[in-house]
């Protein structure tokens, strides 16, 4: 939850501090964790189009009694870092006896992507031919303006934008007046994108892939059973249960803003995926745990630095810090009947790379469980089978402890980057192909890595 910080439109209504503890007080009854932007908005100061463009007046962000000494440019790279937007609309315009600077939800508010409704004719010209951050030119509607209403011979500042948008309804004021019907019209009648977007609840989970890389991410806490190994093999079963190649677990933060518990679905627990990592970062936006593009997340290998790359307010792409990778010299090793040379790395967790001239997958299906399970890897490893056509590009094969066979891993692309880096094969940037798909990955001289790649939303359903 963002808690925008309160102080009564400016300081306008003394007191107000058990106000301002309302938001903290909200999510702590909902267990949901607070960050808090440290700038001054009330609830009516922007208004989204849930694609990446927001719309606001400066006399509210730049107001000398919210945000005093703040720079608009500033305004903006915090609405993009909390709020995900790429374009900030600025408009200027007040109500007769608005006291709040100029609030927009009493001017001009998103009915839908690349729609606006306006209450104020020069709000609208304003933004007439204006684009949003998918570079479409908005549509303007005009609002009619409501009857005049007073309070002790104060005009109060009565508006039809002045509506609120719920999950399956619109709340339009009604000023008994001809307009009503016509202000109606224009709110409700939209095609509103979905509203709330909201977090995992009772029994539900949500389904991912990364570059066919398939996992489940759950909530413990609304779960309502424990994830035994026994659990986790009967969600991961492609028969009898949902099917996914892992079960990634929200956990409670103990050293960064969030943490993950990584399952393989034979139930044992892994130290770090990299296409597990992608797939948590974007559900946890996807699914409302943070409005933030950039953020670390704790595994069990180790605390990951992740960004987000935003397209009309929709994650298009993940990045990972993936750390420093050791790699250690080459070793001959018995495995499935013939002797091979393997490259150990750690990357968080253990993977041994087998450089080939060729990818066979009926050697990665003799070699992978052989290896894996090899006495020189007391934890089990993953394994990989590895050939480098280009110095920029790595070729692989991926055989996932606990999982077997995979499409794609983040975490084995990385560790034959490594690998192939460390004995002179690439450069510094490379395109790590899988059956899956591609990831870019970049390896520093002092052996640290960063991955980029895609995670993509599958379903969301409920446990019966």
Not at 48 to 56: I, S
Not at 355 to 360: A, I, K, V
């Amino acid at each position: 939850a963002l808690d925008w910080t309160f102080n009564a439109w400016g300081g306008l209504y003394p007191p107000w501090d058990r106000d301002a503890e309302v938001a903290a007080r909200v999510a702590a009854l909902a267990g949901v964790p607070v960050e808090r932007p440290g700038l001054v908005l009330e609830g009516g100061a922007f208004d989204g189009d849930g694609e990446g463009t927001l719309v606001c007046t400066e006399s509210v962000a730049l107001d000398a009694a919210r945000n005093p000494g703040r720079r608009l440019d500033e305004i903006e790279r915090e609405f993009e870092r909390w709020l995900g937007a790429e374009r900030v609309l600025w408009v200027e315009g007040e109500l007769a006896g608005d006291t709040t600077a100029g609030h927009v939800d009493n001017m001009v508010r998103f009915t839908s992507p690349g729609r606006v409704a306006c209450a104020l004719p020069g709000v609208g010209e304003a933004l007439r031919g204006a684009k949003d951050a998918r570079g479409r030119a908005l549509q303007v509607v005009d609002l009619p303006p409501p009857p005049r209403v007073e309070r002790a011979g104060h005009p109060l500042p009565a508006s039809y934008a002045n509506f609120y948008v719920a999950n399956d309804l619109v709340a339009v004021p009604r000023y008994g007046a001809p307009d009503d019907e016509a202000a109606i019209e224009v709110t409700a009648t939209t095609d509103r994108w979905d509203v709330a977007v909201t977090r995992l609840r009772r029994a539900e989970f949500a389904k991912y892939h990364a570059l066919g890389n398939d996992y489940l991410v759950v909530d413990p806490a609304t779960l309502g059973f424990r994830l035994t190994r026994r659990r986790v093999q009967a969600l991961c079963d492609r028969n009898t249960g949902v099917g996914s190649d892992g079960v990634l677990a929200i956990a409670p933060p103990r050293s960064a803003a969030f943490r993950v518990r990584i399952f393989n679905p034979d139930g044992s627990e892994a130290e770090k995926s990299g296409n597990g990592l992608r797939i948590f970062a974007r559900a946890l936006f996807d699914l409302g745990y943070t409005r933030r593009k950039a953020f670390d997340v704790e595994t069990a290998g180790g605390v990951v630095p992740v960004e987000l790359t935003l397209r009309g307010g929709r994650v298009s792409a993940v990045s990972a810090e993936m750390g420093r990778a050791e790699v250690q010299p080459p070793e001959m090793l018995e495995a499935a009947g013939e002797t091979v040379q393997v490259v150990p790395v750690s990357i968080g967790n253990p993977h041994c790379v087998v450089f080939t001239d060729q990818l066979d997958d009926a050697r990665l299906a003799r070699l992978g469980p052989a290896l894996e399970s090899h006495p020189r890897f007391p934890e089990r490893t993953n394994v990989q089978l590895a050939r480098v056509p280009a110095r920029h590009v790595v070729e692989l094969r991926i055989w996932e402890r606990g999982a077997g066979a995979t499409l794609a891993s983040g975490t084995s692309a990385c560790a034959v980057a490594a690998a192939a880096f460390e004995q002179g094969r690439i450069d510094g940037r490379v395109e790590a192909r899988m059956p899956g798909g591609k990831l870019d990955l970049r390896v520093r001289p002092d052996g640290t890595l960063r991955m980029q790649g895609p995670a993509t939303p599958v379903f969301r359903g409920r446990l019966l």
